[in-house]
């Protein structure tokens, strides 16, 4: 297992499901039921690479129906679902790593609860960018640049 997969389960991240190939395109297989709605996540390539890194304050189901079924007009989405879907064609294992930020007691500023995996996402995506090329969920982050049509890809 690569160092950064080993920093990924320091923090907090655990394997909690996988994308296949079904009938109609990709699917996604959560292995516990989490019903979260805080919480960061990565798509781990043959648990080696992360190829994309994420948070998100919906639940787990709806952020990933939409890698699933990504409209057009979703670009992000629909980078990630080809993403997803050429690496699984070419028989590869992608799974997913989630951290269920919300679990952590007495993240708050001055009487402000703070979402812990909106905060932590920009610092990981630094650190992960290091050693891998990775999707990104946010067309204006300042740690991504488009470096052609299918990726976005991370910059140093």
């Not at 930020?101 to 996402?121: M, V």
């Not at 982050?141 to 910059?155: A, D, L, M, S, T």
Request: glycine share 6%.
């Amino acid at each position: 297992m690569k160092e950064i997969i080993k920093k990924l389960n320091d923090i907090g991240f655990k394997k909690s499901g996988v994308w296949k190939i079904c009938e109609h395109g990709i699917n996604f297989e959560i292995t516990e039921d989490i019903g979260e709605e805080e919480f960061l996540y990565c798509f781990v390539l043959n648990d080696e690479n992360i190829i994309y890194l994420g948070s998100s304050i919906k639940s787990i189901i709806k952020r990933f129906n939409g890698y699933k079924n990504p409209s057009k007009s979703q670009r992000t989405n629909y980078k990630v679902n080809n993403e997803i879907s050429d690496y699984l064609k070419e028989g590869k294992n992608i799974n997913i790593y989630i951290f269920l930020t919300s679990k952590i007691d007495n993240c708050e500023y001055k009487g402000f609860k703070l979402n812990l995996a909106l905060g932590l996402e920009p610092a990981l995506i630094k650190m992960v960018s290091k050693d891998n090329e990775v999707l990104i969920n946010k067309k204006d982050n300042p740690y991504c640049v488009n470096k052609n049509e299918k990726n976005w890809k991370f910059r140093i």
